[in-house]
């Protein structure tokens, strides 16, 4: 099925890590990583997502995305070729994110040392999801934490292979020691499933 997962969060948060598990997962071919740190552009990144969606496959978009202008960009090319656009939110404290980056070898945008500056810069260029937005987007997911990444990759799993009785069946539901994820988006849903944004939190 086409479908659009577009990641938000600061550098260090786990984007790529969760982009890597899902499709460690998934049938090959049926997804692409849309990664700018490896496109380097993101005229390159809209036209691996445009013609992995116009293909029936999934597109993980796979940079920060914090501002609206930038998640509009994806909102748009979904909208085009009629897929779904599920959002996965990454929230991590200031200290582990800097930590993260810092410890980073031969990353091509972030040098060590570098992890606070940029870090506190894209964290003022922050916006939250608008209304707007939200009317576009079927599901929002959190990722806090190792629990609820392992959650989030779960509920994908169920949704990209229903029935399958494999490692997503049955993943993404609550399950003892668990936290965000699936359980965010069933108490802070609305009618339509999805959760509501409230702040991120990075101190």
Known sequence: MALLICLVGLPGSGKTTFCRRLLALLP????????????????KCERLAAETLKG?????????????????????????????????????????LVRRCDARENH????????????????????????????????????RDEASMEAAV????????????????????KRKGGGGGEEEGDKKGDKKGRSRDDPICLD
């Open 28 to 43: 090959p071919s049926s997804a692409r990583h849309v990664s700018q740190d490896e496109l380097k552009t993101r005229v």
């Open 56 to 96: 029936g496959g999934v597109a993980l978009i796979d940079r920060t995305n914090v501002s609206e202008e930038q998640r509009r960009h994806w909102l748009d090319i979904a909208g085009e070729a009629g897929a779904p656009v599920d959002v996965v939110r990454f929230e991590v404290g200031l200290e582990e």
């Open 108 to 143: 091509p945008n972030i040098k060590p040392g570098q992890g606070r500056r940029i870090i506190n810069m894209m964290k003022g260029k922050r916006q939250e999801l608008s209304g707007a937005e939200r009317e576009k987007i079927r599901e929002v997911r959190v990722v």
């Open 154 to 173: 779960g509920y994908f799993l169920d949704v990209l292979l229903p029935g399958e009785g494999g490692a997503g069946a049955g993943a993404g539901k």
